[in-house]
């Protein structure tokens, strides 16, 4: 069992920026994929970004170019940084990891934008 932890959450004005980070209770350099989901009210839970073992990234088109993800294997932590943040970005975000015994996701960290 693999428990992943989010924070970085807030409300922020359109434009601005927030990181998020997600902490693993495992090892994530062995993971063999690390992501960000969201999930606005009322809409389904959706793909951000993802990042592989080998640093292979991967975004959606929504956020391409505003939030860069990474990862610092050492610390055992997932980032996402967002960038000109707009009001439809709203939503809970959630990490989740990809290991080769099983599929983790957090509880969510709640962001909001505000116009």
């Known amino acids: 069992q693999v428990q992943l932890v989010e924070s970085g959450g807030g409300l922020v004005q359109a434009g601005g920026s927030l990181r998020l980070s997600c902490t693993a209770s495992?090892?994530?350099?062995?993971?063999?994929?690390m992501g960000w989901y969201r999930q606005a009210p009322g809409k389904q839970r959706e793909f951000v970004a993802d990042i592989t073992r080998g640093g292979s990234t991967t975004y959606a088109e929504s956020v391409k170019g505003r939030f860069p993800i990474s990862k610092d294997n050492a610390k055992k932590m997932l980032f996402l940084q967002m960038n000109s943040l707009k009001p439809e970005d709203t939503a809970v975000y959630f990490c989740?990891?990809?290991w080769g015994w099983g599929t983790y996701g957090g509880q969510g960290t709640q962001v909001t934008v505000s116009s």
């Open positions: 989740h990891g990809q």
């Open positions: 495992a090892s994530i350099f062995t993971s063999i994929a």
